[in-house]
Nanobody, 126 residues
Framework: VQLVESGGGLVQPGGSLRLSCAAS????????VAWFRQAPGQEREFVAA????????VYADSAKGRFAISRNYDKKTVFLQMNILKPEDTAVYYC????????????????????WGQGTQVTVSS
């Protein structure tokens, strides 16, 4: 499966962005999908994930209450709505997919995902 992220950009602190991860080349419904981010000089960090059925959502503590992950099956797209953005949210954001059975919960570890997009830059600055 191929993944393409979009929606990044420059935003002021307190602002919002919606990232999109468009999938192609695979059966979208069979995959758990996650968002990760990586700031310069730092490890890749888990942000949020959604199960293949959409019923299980997992968030990093830093994302709870501010970010929301969702998926649209018709569009084969996963979204990350980011609100109340902070300068420390600045990073390249990546989406990732892992083939899953219905009972598989989305994972937080990057090594659990087989497919990755190229990333989209998010910069939060005044």
């Amino acid at each position: 499966v191929q993944l393409v992220e979009s929606g990044g950009g420059l935003v002021q602190p307190g602002g919002s962005l919606r990232l999109s991860c468009a999938a192609s080349g695979g059966t979208f419904n069979y995959y758990n999908v996650a968002w990760f981010r990586q700031a310069p000089g730092q490890e890749r960090e888990f942000v949020a994930a959604i199960s293949r059925g959409g019923g299980e959502l997992v968030y990093a503590d830093s994302a709870k209450g501010r970010f929301a992950i969702s998926r649209n099956y018709d569009k084969k797209t996963v979204f990350l709505q980011m609100n109340i953005l902070k300068p420390e949210d600045t990073a390249v954001y990546y989406c990732a997919a892992a083939r899953a059975i219905l009972t598989d919960s989305p994972k937080r570890q990057p090594g659990s995902y087989d497919y990755w997009g190229q990333g989209t830059q998010v910069t939060v600055s005044s």
